[in-house]
């Protein structure tokens, strides 16, 4: 695909279920970023993968929140047990390196009633 | 610790006026400053960055270290300018971190 892609678009759950969210990034690209995006606020960094590993995981606000990227591709942001809070939407993003231009996926809007 | 602030959460401006979009920062090293943008229905994307110091839609930003601040500007807004402009900041390898954006609004 010609650009970053996010599945599912839309995701509702309820209070304490598991939720999946996956980002296939532009192919070739090493970096790989999660965002969240909270109402009224800018995107806040949640977790930076380079290839296979997690370079910098100081974003994920606690333990409930886990990532990874077996292949160095395609990579899934895991949510347990979730909160209302965190309801938001969850953006992927991917560059060819660490250059601070990035290309953003459409975003999973996460909603938890 | 990194901070952006974009002061205003919203600017409204007439389609042939001056537009500037404030943006001062925190940071005691050399960051590399951004602009990026989200227009309607659209995903978020790299407007320009300091270190290339181009034009992009008529979009100019100057890196001001004394201030603090990158402000973005564009002497004759557009309507097809409205969005959600959002400045943001790196240092070394940590990755981008974003101010809480500016909606653009340019009537006709």
């Known amino acids: 695909g010609a650009g970053v892609s996010q599945t599912p678009s839309n995701k509702v759950t309820e209070k304490g279920k598991y939720v999946e969210l996956r980002c296939d990034p532009i192919s070739g690209h090493t970096a790989l970023y999660w965002y969240r995006q909270s109402l009224g606020q800018g995107p806040e960094f949640l977790i930076y993968?380079?290839?296979?590993?997690?370079?910098?995981d100081s974003g994920l606000p606690n333990d409930r929140f886990f990532a990874v990227r077996p292949e160095g591709s395609v990579s899934t942001l895991k949510i347990q047990r979730t909160e209302r809070g965190d309801s938001a939407v969850y953006l992927c993003a991917s560059s060819a390196s660490n250059t601070g231009e990035l290309f953003f996926g459409e975003g999973s809007r996460l909603t938890v009633l | 610790a990194q901070r952006v602030t974009q002061p205003e959460k919203l600017l409204s401006v007439f389609k042939g006026a001056p537009v500037e979009l404030k943006c001062n920062y925190s940071y005691s090293g050399s960051p590399e400053l951004f602009w990026y943008v989200q227009y309607s229905r659209q995903r978020l994307q790299l407007l320009l960055r300091?270190?290339s110091r181009e034009s992009i839609k008529g979009f100019t930003a100057d890196l001001n270290k004394g201030e603090t601040s990158f402000h973005l500007k564009k002497p004759f807004a557009q309507e097809e300018d409205s969005a959600m402009y959002y400045c943001a900041l790196k240092s070394g390898n940590t990755p981008l971190v974003f101010g809480k954006g500016t909606r653009l609004s340019v009537i006709a």
């Open positions: 300091h270190i």
């Open positions: 993968f380079q290839g296979t590993g997690a370079a910098d």
